[in-house]
């Protein structure tokens, strides 16, 4: 369960005043959700998911992530939480192994559980040809698939996906859709942020759409486009943020 | 605070940097090799340059003394020199290494001299330049010895004994013990190595582990964790000290095995000009034992200052940027027991770096100054603290961490 309100970012600036990342952004998303937070570059996407992943304090505004207050509780929210993005990369010198089970030893997973949890990871996700290769030496879907290993190591609730498919390949992307379908089948709570209309429109169960740090509208999809009055996903969104008028 | 945590880090970053080729560089090779090629190398060259220039016969130059056949007739004589012709470009000569020394002998050299007069000759050498300074040493012994001869000749004419000039004679005998005098001339030079290492040893960790994180976008990754900040700073910091502390260690160990095996080349060559005496060892082994332990404050404050610098970068390539005039003003400091005369006092045990420099000379020559140690392991311990307190601080700070 996740609880957002009136969650405010302002980064100062020298050169040009105070910025606000994310202004008043207030949303919930349910167990067995994806919400997914559409925005341009540079809307606040970033800002908003990395203050619920606790990686940015809120300026004002609260927030909790599976039952913990992201500013008091933010051990414990990370704990509960598995964070995916274009930029979370892995460590190129250390295994595929090596890698998930160091983020499982952190989470604080005993070496038998831990062990048995990197096996069942790697057989479901069909890691077990390149578990003891050198992170360095995998393609980007071997990559990917690491990554995945690594934020569900420790079997979180809540899932965070910043853009995961920035910059992958047709079939990468598709079967980290797959993936991000599956965790909600499980019951986890998730937010999926992405620029890609299509892919919010076919993955989203409710779809905030985020611009200039503020949350213009949310709903789900077909609540979007009767409010708006537009016929797809791309012209509802053309129409929020351009304040009115759709293209 | 979790310490299973911090080890956790820990563990994971000293395998992650095993695995890098130009840490290990930094933190083993280096400090390896360079103690037995400063002593052995450096002093085996130096004493092959030296020695080449000794076996060389000088050319010099005698300018006047037309009316003083003899004296030239003597130097030729003697095999020391190749005497060259008058030549009115003789400084030229000299400054471009064509020409070792000149001598000047005034008019009427001999016929004064015969007199009993006092006449002086000068010598023209390149100050700093070896062979050159050689030659007008030779030239000065020459002469010397024309005087000597002069004297000498005097004192008979006139049925007095020699001695009436050298009444007695002046020897120079040593009495440090080998360890104090292999420790002087060592032990300037080793404490700026062990410094310097001990900077190097941490530089290439820390910038891996920060700025090199950042770049890679494993510090978001990092930092999604639940593990604590405190910890993660912790667990980074202690690999970080590990490089800097490694770096130390290894050149200390390297630097003792090689005056095990092949002894002191500086402090057995002094030992054998100032009258024989062991060889080994040239540097007091409890000594190197001390500098380990004094050391290790300065590499917590290195490490920590490093690793905040670091940090603060958004990529290598800046760290190192911001990293270089760090270097640079430690080079300063830690040579100060390079210089001839710097003593430790109070005051200057509270200097970072330059005291655990002057200290490190002393142990090394047997000195042990208890309180001054005392004083500079207690400030340095302090300096470190607040240096890893601003590193723990750095790492709290989201503009810091998301300086990308």
Redesign the interface.
């Known amino acids: 369960m996740i609880e957002a309100r009136l969650l405010t970012k302002v ?2 600036d020298r050169q040009r005043g105070p910025i606000r990342g994310a202004d008043a952004v207030s949303f919930s998303v349910a167990p067995g959700q994806i919400y997914g937070l559409l925005g341009a570059n540079g809307a606040g996407k970033t800002t908003t998911l990395r203050m619920l ?1 606790t ?3 809120p300026t004002s505004g609260a927030a909790t992530v599976a039952g913990f207050d992201v500013v008091a509780q933010p ?2 929210v ?2 509960h ?1 598995g ?1 995916l ?1 274009a ?8 295994t595929a192994r ?1 890698m998930v089970e ?2 499982g ?4 997973m005993a070496a038998p559980a831990l062990r048995a949890r990197v096996a069942a990871l790697a057989a479901e996700l069909d890691m077990g040809e390149f578990l003891d290769r050198r992170c360095s030496d995998l393609s980007t879907g071997m990559k990917q698939k690491t990554s995945i290993a ?1 934020m569900l190591v420790h079997d979180p609730q809540v899932m965070i996906f910043d853009e995961p498919t920035l910059g992958l390949d047709v079939m990468t992307a598709r079967s980290i859709l797959r993936f991000v379908r599956e965790c909600r089948g499980r019951g986890k709570t998730v937010v999926y942020s992405t620029h890609v209309m299509s892919e919010a429109a076919k993955l989203c169960d409710v779809i905030g759409v985020i611009h200039a740090g503020k949350l213009c509208e949310q709903g789900t999809l077909a609540e979007l486009l009767a409010r708006s009055g537009t016929p797809d996903l791309e012209e509802c969104f053309i129409k929020l943020v351009s304040g009115g008028a759709a293209a | 605070m979790s310490w299973r945590t911090i080890f956790t880090i820990y563990g994971k970053e000293l395998r992650d940097t095993l695995r890098d080729r130009r840490t290990l560089i930094s933190m083993i090779a280096i400090p390896t090799v360079i103690m037995p090629l400063l002593l052995i190398g450096a002093g085996e060259a130096a004493a092959t340059i030296v020695s080449k220039a000794r076996a060389e016969v000088p050319r010099v130059m005698v300018i006047g003394g037309a009316d003083s056949p003899g004296i030239r007739a003597a130097l030729e004589k003697s095999g020391k020199f190749r005497v060259e012709d008058a030549q009115p470009n003789w400084r030229a000569l000299i400054s471009d290494k064509r020409l070792r020394a000149a001598v000047e002998i005034p008019p009427g050299f001999e016929q004064a001299l015969a007199a009993g007069a006092a006449p002086a000759v000068t010598l023209y050498d390149y100050q700093g330049e070896l062979k050159s300074g050689l030659a007008a040493e030779q030239l000065e012994d020459f002469f010397v010895g024309v005087r000597t001869k002069a004297t000498t000749a005097f004192l008979a004419a006139r049925g007095l004994p020699p001695t009436l000039a050298r009444p007695f004679e002046i020897r120079q005998k040593n009495v440090a013990p080998p360890e104090k005098v292999g420790g002087n001339l060592v032990g300037g030079v080793v404490p700026y190595f062990i410094i310097m290492l001990c900077l190097i040893g941490s530089i290439y960790p820390a910038m891996d582990l920060t700025a090199g994180e950042k770049e890679r976008g494993t510090l978001e990754t990092l930092l999604c964790s639940p593990a604590a900040r405190t910890d993660l700073v912790l667990g980074k910091f202690l690999m970080v000290l590990t490089g800097a502390f490694a770096a130390v260690v290894f050149s200390l160990v390297s630097l003792g095995a090689t005056l095990m095996v092949v002894g002191s080349a500086l402090g057995a060559g002094a030992l054998a000009r100032n009258g024989g005496g062991p060889a080994l060892p040239a540097i007091d082994p409890l000594g190197i034992l001390g500098v380990l332990a004094i050391v290790l404050p300065v590499a917590v404050l290195f490490s920590a200052v490093v690793f905040s610098v670091s940090l603060f970068a958004k990529s290598q390539k800046e760290a190192q940027t911001y990293l270089t005039p760090i270097l640079l003003a430690v080079i300063v400091p830690s040579g100060v027991a390079l210089l001839p005369g710097v003593d430790l006092t109070l005051g200057l045990a509270l200097v970072p770096i330059v005291n655990v420099s002057l200290a490190c000379k002393e142990m090394l020559s047997g000195v042990w100054h208890w309180p001054y140690l005392a004083v500079i392991f207690g400030s340095t311990l302090a300096y470190a603290a607040a240096a890893l307190a601003w590193a723990v601080r750095m790492f709290r700070r989201e503009d810091v961490l998301f300086r990308t």
């Not at chain 1, 930029?87 to 250390?94: K, N």
């Not at chain 1, 030893?105 to 604080?108: A, E, Q, Y």
């Open positions: 980064f100062p992943a990686l940015l304090r051990d414990q990370r704990a939480v964070f993005a930029s979370t990369a892995l460590y190129a010198r250390l090596e160091y983020f030893r952190l989470n604080g690594r």
